[in-house]
C-alpha cells in the first residue's frame, strides 16, 4: 500500500514571537467595526488550575464553531460571509506551531484585522483557557493519546515519573531535573514542535534523542500524550446559576453527602455513582508465527491495559495512566492465551505483546465498552528473524541539493523501502551508519531521521527491527558536501534502487550518463530541475556532475521556513514537494536563527505559500475520508483553497 509521508518543518523555539493567528495586517476590517482600545489585559501567561477540555468544547460550540467550524476547519456556518478566511486551528500543521500561551493572547485581546473580537468580557480567564485546551484537542484523537501513553511508560516514566512531575525513579540521579510535565507555566509556552524536537534530538546533557527509536507518527503521539498532561479530564461539574432551569437540573443530581451526616451505605452509593463501572471478565486471543513454521515452546504473552479520561482509576496522571493492567502468562502449545478474572473498566484499552527473538510485537488496541465481560484481542503476529538486507526493497530513492549556503552543498536523500518477506529483519547498526544505505565519500555532518507515515521500527538487541508490513518505510539521511560551482557525486547503493530522482535548483545543471531530464518541477514557489533513473543494481554508484553557481540560478532554493511540507508518492507517478524535507533538516544541522524583519505576517494562518495550502488541501480530504466533515462544507473549503493556490502557481 503506497503512502503519503508528511514531513513536518521544525524550526520553532518552545516559545514563538507570533501566534499563528497572526494574518495580514493591511486587510481592512469589516464595515463599521470598532478595534478595542485599550487592548484587554491578559491575566497570568498559564492557567492557574488545569483546563478542561470538555468545558470548553461547550465554549467552543457557542463561541467559536459559528466562525471556525465544529472541527476547527475554518468551514463555519458564518465563515463564508467574513472578509478574510477564518483560520483551520483544527489542524495540527497549525495547531502545533503555537504555545498555549500565545494563543491565550489572541483569544483575550481579539485580531480586529482578522474580524475577531476579544473575548476577555465574554469569557473568564478559566472559561478561555478551557476553551483552548479544547482547540488543542481537536487535532489529537483519543487513539493518538493512548498511543503515546504506551510510549511515554515504556520510554519516559523512568526519569520523568509516571505521572509526568520529573520525580522517575532515576531522576535523582541526573545532573539536571527532568522537566515537569505537568507545570502549567512550563507547558503553556511549549509548543508541539518544540516538544517533538526535543524528543528527537534530546536534551543535553542526559537525554537522548529517539529519532531512530521512534516513528515519526510515535513521537507525534507522545506529543499529543504530553499535553494531555496539563488537561482536567474529568467529567466537567455543573455550574450552579439563577435560572429555575438549572436549579431544577442540579437538584435531580445526587447530593454530595455531608462525611459528618451520611451513613456509610450513603457514602459508598455516591462514591460508586462517580466511579467507572468496573467488570470482570476474561481476555482471549492468539498469537500466529505468520513466518510459517511452528510456534516455539515457552513463549510468554503480556496483557496490558490503559486507562484513558477516568480520575478513579489508580495511578493517572493528571487523568491518564501509563499503565493499569500488566498480567503475563504463558502461551499454550496451539497459540491461544487466556486472561480471566481481569478488571475491564469500561473505555480500558487492551493489548498483547510477545518477544519472540528479541523483537517485542503488539497487537492492536481493543476498547472495553460498558457491561463486556469478554474480549477478544485481534491476532498477534511474530515472525523469524533474519540478517539478510536484501529482502528489503528500495522503492524509490530521491536526492536533494540545496546549495544555499557558500562553499557547501547540503544534500537529503530519502529512501522508501518495503519488506515485503515473511521475516523480520534485524539490522545492526553502530548508531552512527546504516548498513543498507551508502552514502558519498566526502559525505561529512551526516545524520539519519524517520519520515512521518513511516510504518514503524522495532527495538532490536544492537540495532532495530524492520517487520513485514503492507506499508512502506522512509528514511531520511542527509550530509552536506563540499561545492566551489562544481560537484562530482558518486552515490552508491548498498541495495537495488527501482527508482532515483534528483532535485537542483533551475540554473544548476546535472550530468550523468545513467540520467534523464525529466524537467522542471516547482515547488514552493521555487522551480527545481529535475533528473531520473531506473532500475541501479545492487552494490553499484550512480555517477553525475552537478554545476551552476547560487546567484545564477534564478530559484536557489530560499523557500519559507514557516510552513509543514508534504512529500506525496502517487502509484502511477510521482508528486514530490520537498522542500519542507530539506528546510527540516536544513535548519536542524545549521540551528539557523530568524533574521531580523522576517517574521511577516502571512495573509491567513496559511499564508501566501503553494506548500502550505497543498497541506491544508490533503488535510481536509483525510478529514472528509474519515467523516469529520459534511459534503458540502468540505467541497465548499476545497474550492476555496484551490482556488488560492491556483492564483499562486
Same mark, same amino acid.
Given at each position: 500500500?503506497?503512502?503519503?509521508?508528511?514531513?513536518?518543518?521544525?524550526?520553532?523555539?518552545? #516559545?514563538?514571537?507570533?501566534?499563528?493567528?497572526?494574518?495580514?495586517?493591511?486587510?481592512?476590517?469589516?464595515?463599521?467595526?470598532?478595534?478595542?482600545?485599550?487592548?484587554?489585559?491578559?491575566?497570568?501567561?498559564?492557567?492557574?488550575?488545569?483546563?478542561?477540555?470538555?468545558?470548553?468544547?461547550?465554549?467552543?460550540?457557542?463561541?467559536?464553531?459559528?466562525?471556525?467550524?465544529?472541527?476547527?476547519?475554518?468551514?463555519?456556518? !458564518?465563515?463564508?460571509?467574513?472578509?478574510?478566511?477564518?483560520?483551520?486551528?483544527?489542524?495540527?500543521?497549525?495547531?502545533?506551531?503555537?504555545?498555549?500561551?500565545?494563543?491565550?493572547?489572541?483569544?483575550?485581546?481579539?485580531?480586529?484585522?482578522?474580524?475577531?473580537?476579544?473575548?476577555?468580557?465574554?469569557?473568564?480567564?478559566?472559561?478561555?483557557?478551557?476553551?483552548?485546551?479544547?482547540?488543542?484537542?481537536?487535532?489529537?484523537?483519543?487513539?493518538?493519546?493512548?498511543?503515546?501513553?504506551?510510549?511515554?511508560?515504556?520510554? *519516559?516514566?523512568? *526519569?520523568?515519573?509516571?505521572?509526568?512531575?520529573?520525580?522517575?525513579?532515576?531522576?535523582?540521579?541526573?545532573?539536571?531535573?527532568?522537566?515537569?510535565?505537568?507545570?502549567?507555566?512550563?507547558?503553556?509556552?511549549?509548543t508541539?514542535?518544540?516538544?517533538?524536537?526535543?524528543?528527537?534530538?534530546?536534551?543535553?546533557?542526559?537525554?537522548?534523542?529517539?529519532?531512530?527509536?521512534?516513528?515519526?507518527?510515535?513521537?507525534?503521539?507522545?506529543?499529543?500524550?504530553?499535553?494531555?498532561?496539563t488537561?482536567?479530564?474529568?467529567?466537567?461539574?455543573?455550574?450552579?446559576?439563577?435560572?429555575?432551569?438549572?436549579?431544577?437540573?442540579?437538584?435531580?443530581?445526587?447530593?454530595?453527602?455531608?462525611?459528618?451526616?451520611?451513613?456509610?451505605?450513603?457514602?459508598?452509593?455516591?462514591?460508586?455513582?462517580?466511579?467507572?463501572?468496573?467488570?470482570?471478565?476474561?481476555?482471549?486471543?492468539?498469537?500466529?508465527?505468520?513466518?510459517?513454521?511452528?510456534?516455539?515452546?515457552?513463549?510468554?504473552?503480556?496483557?496490558?491495559?490503559?486507562?484513558?479520561?477516568?480520575?478513579?482509576?489508580?495511578?493517572?496522571?493528571?487523568?491518564?495512566?501509563?499503565?493499569?493492567?500488566?498480567?503475563?502468562?504463558?502461551?499454550?502449545?496451539?497459540?491461544s492465551?487466556?486472561?480471566?478474572?481481569?478488571?475491564?473498566?469500561?473505555?480500558?484499552?487492551?493489548?498483547?505483546?510477545?518477544?519472540f527473538?528479541?523483537?517485542?510485537?503488539?497487537?492492536?488496541?481493543?476498547? #472495553?465498552?460498558?457491561?463486556m465481560?469478554?474480549?477478544?484481542?485481534?491476532?498477534?503476529?511474530?515472525?523469524?528473524?533474519t540478517?539478510?538486507?536484501?529482502?528489503?526493497?528500495?522503492? !524509490?530513492?530521491?536526492?536533494?541539493?540545496?546549495?544555499?549556503?557558500?562553499?557547501?552543498? !547540503?544534500?537529503?536523500?530519502?529512501?522508501?523501502?518495503?519488506?515485503?518477506?515473511?521475516?523480520?529483519?534485524?539490522?545492526?547498526?553502530?548508531?552512527?551508519?546504516?548498513?543498507?544505505?551508502?552514502?558519498p565519500?566526502?559525505?561529512?555532518?551526516v545524520?539519519?531521521?524517520?519520515? !512521518?507515515?513511516?510504518?514503524?521500527?522495532?527495538?532490536?538487541?544492537?540495532?532495530?527491527?524492520?517487520?513485514?508490513?503492507?506499508?512502506?518505510?522512509?528514511? #531520511?539521511?542527509?550530509?552536506?558536501?563540499?561545492?566551489?560551482?562544481?560537484?562530482?557525486?558518486?552515490?552508491?547503493?548498498?541495495?537495488?534502487?527501482?527508482?532515483?530522482?534528483?532535485?537542483?535548483?533551475?540554473?544548476f545543471k546535472?550530468?550523468?550518463?545513467?540520467?534523464?531530464?525529466?524537467?522542471?518541477?516547482?515547488?514552493?514557489?521555487?522551480?527545481?530541475?529535475?533528473?531520473?533513473?531506473?532500475?541501479?543494481?545492487?552494490?553499484?554508484?550512480?555517477?553525475?556532475?552537478?554545476?551552476?553557481?547560487?546567484?545564477?540560478?534564478?530559484?536557489?532554493?530560499s523557500?519559507?521556513?514557516?510552513?509543514?511540507?508534504?512529500?506525496?508518492?502517487?502509484?502511477?507517478?510521482?508528486?514530490?514537494?520537498?522542500?519542507? #524535507?530539506?528546510?527540516?533538516?536544513?535548519?536542524?544541522?545549521?540551528?539557523?536563527?530568524?533574521?531580523e524583519?522576517?517574521?511577516?505576517?502571512?495573509?491567513?494562518?496559511?499564508?501566501?505559500?503553494?506548500?502550505?495550502?497543498?497541506?491544508?488541501?490533503?488535510?481536509?480530504?483525510d478529514?472528509?475520508?474519515?467523516?469529520?466533515?459534511?459534503?458540502?462544507?468540505?467541497?465548499?473549503?476545497?474550492?476555496?483553497?484551490?482556488?488560492?493556490?491556483?492564483?499562486?502557481?
Amino acid at each position: 500500500m503506497k503512502i503519503r509521508f508528511i514531513t513536518t518543518l521544525i524550526l520553532m523555539a518552545v #516559545v514563538l514571537s507570533a501566534c499563528n493567528f497572526s494574518l495580514a495586517e493591511d486587510i481592512t476590517p469589516p464595515p463599521n467595526y470598532v478595534a478595542p482600545t485599550p487592548a484587554p489585559t491578559l491575566g497570568p501567561s498559564y492557567p492557574s488550575t488545569p483546563p478542561s477540555p470538555l468545558r470548553g468544547e461547550a465554549i467552543f460550540a457557542e463561541e467559536c464553531a459559528a466562525c471556525h467550524g465544529e472541527k476547527g476547519l475554518g468551514n463555519g456556518t !458564518q465563515a463564508a460571509g467574513l472578509p478574510v478566511p477564518v483560520a483551520a486551528i483544527g489542524l495540527a500543521a497549525i495547531s502545533r506551531q503555537s504555545s498555549p500561551s500565545e494563543w491565550y493572547t489572541v483569544v483575550t485581546q481579539g485580531r480586529p484585522d482578522r474580524s475577531m473580537p476579544p473575548f476577555a468580557s465574554r469569557l473568564s480567564n478559566q472559561e478561555r483557557w478551557d476553551v483552548l485546551a479544547y482547540v488543542f484537542s481537536l487535532s489529537a484523537t483519543a487513539d493518538d493519546v493512548a498511543r503515546g501513553a504506551l510510549i511515554y511508560a515504556d520510554k *519516559c516514566a523512568a *526519569c520523568h515519573g509516571l505521572k509526568g512531575r520529573g520525580d522517575g525513579p532515576q531522576a535523582a540521579a541526573l545532573s539536571r531535573a527532568p522537566a515537569n510535565f505537568t507545570d502549567q507555566n512550563w507547558m503553556s509556552k511549549a509548543t508541539g514542535i518544540g516538544l517533538y524536537r526535543a524528543i528527537s534530538e534530546g536534551v543535553a546533557p542526559k537525554m537522548p534523542g529517539f529519532s531512530t527509536e521512534l516513528s515519526e507518527a510515535d513521537r507525534v503521539a507522545l506529543v499529543a500524550y504530553l499535553r494531555s498532561l496539563t488537561f482536567d479530564l474529568s467529567a466537567p461539574k455543573a455550574i450552579p446559576t439563577s435560572t429555575p432551569e438549572a436549579t431544577a437540573t442540579l437538584e435531580a443530581q445526587p447530593a454530595t453527602p455531608d462525611p459528618q451526616l451520611s451513613t456509610p451505605e450513603a457514602a459508598v452509593t455516591n462514591e460508586a455513582s462517580a466511579t467507572p463501572e468496573i467488570a470482570v471478565g476474561t481476555i482471549t486471543g492468539t498469537v500466529v508465527n505468520a513466518t510459517g513454521n511452528a510456534l516455539p515452546a515457552g513463549l510468554t504473552v503480556t496483557l496490558r491495559g490503559f486507562d484513558h479520561g477516568s480520575e478513579a482509576s489508580a495511578g493517572l496522571a493528571e487523568g491518564l495512566t501509563a499503565e493499569a493492567i500488566n498480567l503475563s502468562v504463558p502461551l499454550a502449545s496451539d497459540g491461544s492465551f487466556n486472561f480471566e478474572n481481569v478488571e475491564m473498566t469500561a473505555g480500558r484499552l487492551f493489548l498483547a505483546e510477545v518477544t519472540f527473538t528479541g523483537v517485542p510485537y503488539q497487537s492492536d488496541f481493543v476498547s #472495553v465498552e460498558a457491561g463486556m465481560d469478554r474480549l477478544a484481542l485481534p491476532p498477534l503476529n511474530i515472525y523469524e528473524t533474519t540478517n539478510d538486507m536484501a529482502l528489503l526493497t528500495l522503492d !524509490q530513492t530521491h536526492i536533494v541539493f540545496d546549495f544555499s549556503s557558500p562553499g557547501v552543498a !547540503q544534500v537529503y536523500e530519502i529512501y522508501i523501502l518495503t519488506n515485503s518477506s515473511t521475516q523480520t529483519i534485524v539490522i545492526l547498526t553502530d548508531g552512527q551508519s546504516l548498513p543498507f544505505i551508502a552514502l558519498p565519500e566526502n559525505a561529512q555532518n551526516v545524520g539519519f531521521d524517520l519520515a !512521518q507515515g513511516s510504518a514503524p521500527l522495532l527495538p532490536a538487541d544492537g540495532g532495530f527491527a524492520i517487520p513485514p508490513s503492507a506499508n512502506q518505510y522512509g528514511i #531520511v539521511a542527509f550530509f552536506t558536501l563540499p561545492y566551489d560551482k562544481k560537484l562530482e557525486v558518486t552515490q552508491p547503493f548498498k541495495l537495488a534502487a527501482e527508482s532515483v530522482t534528483l532535485f537542483v535548483p533551475e540554473g544548476f545543471k546535472v550530468k550523468g550518463d545513467q540520467l534523464t531530464d525529466a524537467g522542471v518541477k516547482p515547488i514552493q514557489g521555487n522551480s527545481f530541475q529535475t533528473y531520473t533513473t531506473e532500475n541501479v543494481k545492487a552494490d553499484s554508484s550512480l555517477t553525475f556532475t552537478v554545476r551552476g553557481s547560487t546567484t545564477a540560478s534564478t530559484g536557489g532554493t530560499s523557500l519559507d521556513t514557516k510552513t509543514s511540507l508534504i512529500v506525496g508518492l502517487g502509484g502511477l507517478g510521482i508528486v514530490l514537494i520537498l522542500a519542507g #524535507v530539506y528546510l527540516f533538516f536544513r535548519d536542524r544541522a545549521r540551528q539557523v536563527e530568524p533574521e531580523e524583519g522576517e517574521e511577516e505576517a502571512p495573509e491567513d494562518a496559511l499564508g501566501e505559500d503553494p506548500v502550505s495550502l497543498t497541506d491544508a488541501i490533503l488535510a481536509l480530504d483525510d478529514q472528509f475520508k474519515a467523516g469529520g466533515i459534511a459534503k458540502e462544507a468540505y467541497e465548499k473549503r476545497r474550492a476555496e483553497l484551490k482556488a488560492r493556490l491556483k492564483e499562486l502557481l
